[in-house]
């Protein structure tokens, strides 16, 4: 009797574990489970935030990250499988046609009431080039990438070396506004170990400016002089450009910028390009906007409100004003996969990324990304913790002006193929490994290849179609 | 009456048990090998991309002209030879000199030869990764050591030369001990009475090692040879961690090209078209090593 009493009690408890547990399976079958994708690290901090909400709201948030510079093959690859792995994905503008295209995303407007992502709010220019394609809506902002041009304050403000410059090169010595300009700062400030800056010995090399010289997202930083010289990527017959006078002054001046960069300036990725400038080894760089949040955090900086941001030096024209253009790599934006099966719940995340918590992710120092909204750019207080309130909105006007100046990415099919022939000459010829000449000759008769194998006649088609939203924001020049 | 049964019918019988034996093997064979293998060699005749949304159609041999034509595709080629031109030469000494010392018995011998492993046992991934950080140009070990000798850093990643030098000493440091071990076991395997022949014919050191040493390990230096032939042909990690092809492309190898051909251009015929040569290549190697191997063992029975 006893050992019946033991059993049915060992019985009782099972049943009791049992039940709990599939109860706990059944609340949590009861979600809908939608999957993220994008770069890892920083960039998908924002869909942490996003979790508790979404749970509280029946959605299981699960997140795939991959490398920075993976983003485009990893995802084409899901695509090309057709798996539906992904619910919502994140990724760079450039792809936005050749996703289009191929349907592996839906168009988003028929989606909007789910939870209306207010595009009116975003900056118009990052809205029509990067969002929408073939006059549809097919991504939601997240990143509003632009490249600027960064120097260290108080070395631009020090009497003696105001004084020195002036004394050899005959003018002010300012925040460069022209890439000549710049030339000379450059020069100026590279230092060795040992003499003075700003009326203290310096511990290790200084150097007078940096860029991003490692494979990747190398070519934008050549696009960045190319646009100030009034080169575009292809005429209209999609004849390429590259390697033009335009293309050609552009990197012959980049070259001569490398004197003064540190040696390891052909290996700076994101992050050695921005520790190079954090750590006080550089006087001036050009950078992505999240830079300058960095660049006042006191644990990672040793130049904490000393972080100047300018807009990008450009070329003096003849009626003596500045033409200058910003190239805009990366800059993230939310689509959803057409092969979802849960299109309302995955806009209701893309939307609150890209919305709800965006003021929130581009005002912080855990995320990469920049501001992107007309209410980011008018809410300067949200950027105070970063400086003064005057800091923060000098911080703003210049984000806004170098997006009112971009160099956009093409954002046709093949893009990702035209760019990596582009960035292999640019990284060739600063490298010294191919004449200037040769490798943009090189990469623009590979554009030709390319344009021919995704067939010409469409290629032009749906190039024109993107120079008319160009036009319209004034970054194409008959 | 018992019906006779004939040799050559029982051969018969056995024969078929065999194939029926050989078939399941045989199919998954055709599955995962020949099929893949015949898919590939279609795809390099078409031309085949996945970036634009248009129907793939026969090129027959256009993509290996556009190859063949292409300084991206030689520059990539000429890359993978210098690997193997430096690399293996300078493995095969260093391996054959530590294998000799290996093999002299010594107190914690096995530890030393366990240990001498690890990095032929860590992932490629990790090694390129490990390999970044040495090579850093302000907080790398190796610069830091540099600068004990009064020798200025040096932006190992940064310069075409040195950044093929750096993908040479990551080369060599993980696959030096592969080559160790190969050899350490021809080694072992010569028998000892040969040495104790040599020494009693009063033959040097120098000589054993050249005339009865040597050439026992020859089989062993084919092979080792051959693996590692083909090992950098399908170099990769390593590359696309350290120097992903760059600076420009002058660390670009044969197998980071047929990545980026076939991943990030997503030409499927194009990258077929360099995988097919690839294999056609690492073939005929094969064939001219086994084939001499086989020869003198062959000649060594007779």
């Known amino acids: 009797m006893q050992g019946m009493r033991k059993l049915l009690f060992v019985f009782l408890v099972l049943f009791m574990v049992g039940t709990q547990a599939a109860f706990s399976q059944a609340s949590a079958s009861s979600k809908v489970t939608i999957t993220v994708y994008g770069d890892q690290g920083q960039n998908l901090q924002p869909v942490e935030w996003l979790k508790e909400e979404a749970a509280a709201n029946g959605i299981n948030i699960e997140v795939v990250g991959v490398p920075f510079t993976s983003v485009y093959e990893k995802l084409k690859t899901e695509f090309v499988g057709g798996t539906g792995a992904f619910d919502v994905v994140i990724f760079y503008p450039a792809y936005l046609g050749e996703f289009a295209e191929f349907k592996y995303l839906q168009p988003l407007e028929k989606l909007f009431p789910v939870h209306d992502p207010k595009m009116n709010d975003v900056v118009p220019a990052y809205r029509d080039l990067y969002c929408t394609y073939a006059g549809s809506t097919y991504a939601l902002p997240y990143d509003g990438d632009i490249l600027n041009f960064y120097y260290v304050k108080n070395i631009f403000t020090d009497k003696s070396e105001m004084a020195a410059f002036k004394a050899k090169y005959g003018k002010e010595l300012a925040v460069p506004k022209t890439w000549d300009d710049l030339l000379d700062v450059a020069q100026f400030f590279t230092r060795k170990k040992g003499q003075m800056l700003a009326g203290k010995p310096l511990d290790q090399d200084f150097y007078g400016f940096a860029f991003l010289g490692a494979r990747g997202f190398a070519y934008a930083w050549w696009a960045n002089i ?116 849960h299109p309302k719940e995955a806009f209701w995340v893309a939307s609150k990324l890209s919305l709800d918590l965006s003021l929130r992710s581009v005002s912080s120092t855990q995320t990469g990304e920049d501001p992107y909204r007309i209410s980011h750019m008018e809410n300067p207080k949200a950027f105070e913790q970063f400086g003064t309130l005057a800091e923060a909105k000098e911080y703003l006007a210049v984000v806004k002006d170098n997006l009112n100046h971009i160099f956009p990415d093409i954002n046709i099919p093949g893009s990702a193929e035209y760019l990596d022939a582009l960035d292999m000459a640019v990284t060739n010829a ?47 020049k008959e | 009456m018992a019906r006779m049964i004939r040799p050559a019918t029982i051969q018969e019988s056995e024969k078929r048990f065999a194939r029926l034996l050989a ?13 893949p293998l015949a898919y590939m060699l279609f795809n390099s005749f078409l031309s085949k991309t996945l970036a634009a949304p248009i129907p793939p159609h026969f090129a027959w041999f256009r993509n290996y002209a556009d190859l063949f034509s292409d300084g991206r595709f030689w520059n990539a080629f000429f890359h993978s030879m210098i690997i193997m031109a430096v690399g293996i030469p300078v493995q095969s000494v260093l391996g054959l000199i530590i294998a000799l010392l290996l093999n002299k018995k010594f107190p914690g011998s096995k530890i030393v030869i366990a240990l001498f492993l690890i990095p032929v046992m860590i992932t490629p991934v990790v090694a390129g990764f490990e390999w970044k950080i040495i090579l850093d140009n302000r907080f790398g070990p190796l610069n830091y050591l540099l600068g004990l000798l009064n020798i200025q850093p040096i932006a190992w990643l940064a310069k075409p030369v040195s950044a093929m030098i750096s993908i040479l000493f990551m080369d060599t440091w993980q696959w030096t001990p592969f080559v160790t071990i190969v050899l350490l076991a021809g080694l072992a395997a010569i028998p000892k009475q040969i040495y104790e022949a040599s020494s009693v014919d009063g033959s040097s050191a120098s000589e054993t090692l050249w005339r009865m040493t040597m050439p026992l390990l020859r089989p062993m230096f084919m092979l080792v040879v051959l693996l590692r032939i083909i090992f950098i042909f399908k170099i990769f990690d390593p590359v696309q961690i350290l120097t992903a092809g760059g600076p420009g492309m002058a660390t670009e190898t044969l197998s980071v090209l047929t990545y980026t051909i076939g991943f990030k251009n997503f030409n499927v015929g194009m990258s077929a078209a360099i995988a097919v040569i690839q294999l056609v290549i690492i073939t005929i190697i094969a064939k001219i090593f086994i084939a001499k191997v086989m020869n003198r063992t062959e000649g060594r029975a007779k």
């Open chain 1, 226 to 341: 190319f646009g100030g010289y009034g080169g575009a990527f292809f005429d209209k017959n999609m004849k390429p450009l590259i390697n033009s006078k335009a293309g050609q002054d552009a990197l012959t001046f980049q070259k001569k910028l490398m004197q003064y960069c540190p040696p390891d300036v052909m290996s700076m990725g994101y992050e050695e390009l921005k520790n190079a400038y954090l750590q006080g080894r550089v006087a001036t760089m050009v950078q992505w906007s999240d830079i300058w949040k960095k660049a006042n955090d006191p644990a990672i900086s040793k130049i904490v409100h000393n972080a100047g941001i300018s807009q990008m030096p450009g070329v003096k024209q003849a009626d003596g004003s500045i033409y200058y253009r910003a190239a805009a790599p990366v800059g993230r934006v939310i689509g959803i996969p057409a092969s979802t099966k």
């Open chain 1, 430 to 476: 600063l490298s010294g490994s191919a004449s200037v000449a040769d490798a943009l000759n090189s990469a623009a008769s590979t554009w030709d290849k390319i344009t021919a194998n995704l067939g010409a006649s469409n290629q032009k088609k749906i190039y024109n179609a993107m120079l008319e939203s160009w036009k319209k924001y004034g970054f194409w």
């Open chain 2, 23 to 35: 078939l399941p093997g045989m199919i998954v064979l055709i599955l995962l090998v020949a099929g």
